[in-house]
């Protein structure tokens, strides 16, 4: 099992990117996928997660109200929309594949997560 994230880049404050998430290797469409940070000097923090289906969506406070996660299971693909970006969503973004067959245990937390793509880095300037 496989995933690339792109999408990331330079960008000003309220600013927008779509980062990206595509998955190879492995069965993603029964699985909550999940995106999480990491700036430096900090703990890994939790994103946004969308179940298996689409159709629910988890999101960290920080970011509630300023992310869309959205899923393409023909594509097996995750996406992560950002809007309104702030500095302090500077961050490396990854995205991971749930352990768990259908189900939406702790999925907040990254010991959920077995399979992990490489990061994208997202900086966003003042």
């Known amino acids: 099992v496989q995933l690339q994230a792109s999408g990331g880049g330079l960008v000003q404050a309220g600013g927008s990117l779509r980062l990206s998430c595509a998955g190879s290797?492995?069965?993603?469409?029964?699985?909550?996928m999940g995106w999480f940070r990491q700036a430096p000097g900090k703990e890994r923090e939790f994103v946004a997660a969308i179940s298996w289906s689409g159709k629910s969506t988890y999101y960290g406070d920080s970011v509630e109200g300023r992310f869309i996660i959205s899923r393409d299971n023909t594509k097996n693909t995750v996406y992560l929309q950002m809007n309104s970006l702030k500095p302090e969503d500077t961050a490396v973004y990854s995205c991971?594949?749930?352990?768990?067959?259908?189900?939406?245990?702790?999925?907040?937390?990254?010991?959920?997560?077995?399979?992990w793509g490489q990061g994208t880095q997202v900086t966003v300037s003042s």
């Open positions: 290797g492995g069965t993603f469409s029964n699985y909550v």
């Open positions: 991971a594949r749930n352990i768990y067959y259908r189900r939406l245990d702790a999925l907040r937390s990254g010991d959920s997560y077995n399979y």
